[in-house]
């Protein structure tokens, strides 16, 4: 499973997108798409899984469960 780094995760959102260098580099080094699972964290606990919903040029996942 992918981990994918966020300064700041969304408190209940369903759905998360991610743009910018994190987006790319998870598109591009990753090669992450739809349907794969990855784990969100944010470097003070929290952590996100969650499933890829759309990969183009940004990241739309749907989060399944928190930690």
Do not use: C, N, Q, Y
């Amino acid at each position: 499973m992918h981990t994918l780094f966020l300064s700041d995760l969304p408190p209940h959102d369903e759905r998360l997108s991610i743009e910018g260098d994190e987006a790319s580099h998870a598109l591009r080094s990753k090669r992450l798409g739809p349907g794969e699972v990855v784990r969100v964290i944010d470097g003070k606990g929290a952590v996100l899984i969650a499933e890829v919903l759309e990969a183009r040029r940004s990241l739309v996942l749907r989060v399944t469960e928190r930690r």
